[in-house]
């Protein structure tokens, strides 16, 4: 009776700690991101990425964030591309412009998982900077501001990272306020 009342007791334990890891991801764009989902499936769920999702297919790389990674995504939301000049989204949907777009996305990924917590040990190490090589190959430099992550990038311009942490099984999203361009 004794082995059989521990058991239950690990077994509910387990139960309560997956029920607890899962609701600490955050919700995007109205939605729950799940963390048994890749990428690209918690990003089609969120309303608040339809422009970033329409151009990862546009510029076929939905394979690749589907794949096994780990990638970390530093996602722009909708209201991130219309701060762009007007017609530029439009303009890098046209097929004739994939090359392009695709640099620009690829330009928003990492390998590796790096969470909020890795990328502040990472800026403190650096003395308050870190630099990250994208998956494009360019570079982006990381630093705080108050308690915010904000990402610079070769042109100078910032994003701030406003959702940090949307665990995926493939890697993770920090969901940003503005489009980095290389």
Not at 44 to 72: I, M, R, W, Y
Request: proline share 4%.
């Amino acid at each position: 009776m004794k082995n059989r009342n521990f058991a239950v007791s690990i077994v509910l334990f387990a139960m309560a700690f997956a029920g607890f890891c899962v609701a600490q991801n955050p919700m995007v764009g109205g939605h729950d991101m799940s963390t048994m989902k890749n990428i690209v499936q918690n990003a089609v769920n969120s309303d608040d990425h339809t422009t970033l999702v329409a151009a990862v297919k546009a510029a076929g790389l939905v394979d690749t964030l589907e794949g096994p990674g780990p990638f970390t995504v530093f996602a722009p939301t909708n209201e991130a591309f219309a701060k762009l000049p007007a017609g530029t989204v439009d303009n890098l949907l046209k097929p004739e412009n994939k090359d392009q777009l695709t640099k620009v996305l690829t330009y928003h990924v990492v390998a590796g998982r790096w969470t909020s917590n890795d990328l502040r040990k990472k800026i403190k190490e650096g003395n308050g900077t870190a630099e990250l090589t994208t998956v494009e190959g360019g570079k982006l430099e990381a630093m705080m501001e108050g308690s915010k992550i904000v990402l610079r990038d070769e042109k100078g311009d910032t994003a701030t990272v406003t959702i940090a942490n949307v665990m995926q099984s493939n890697g993770v999203i920090h969901v940003v306020d503005s489009v980095l361009l290389p």
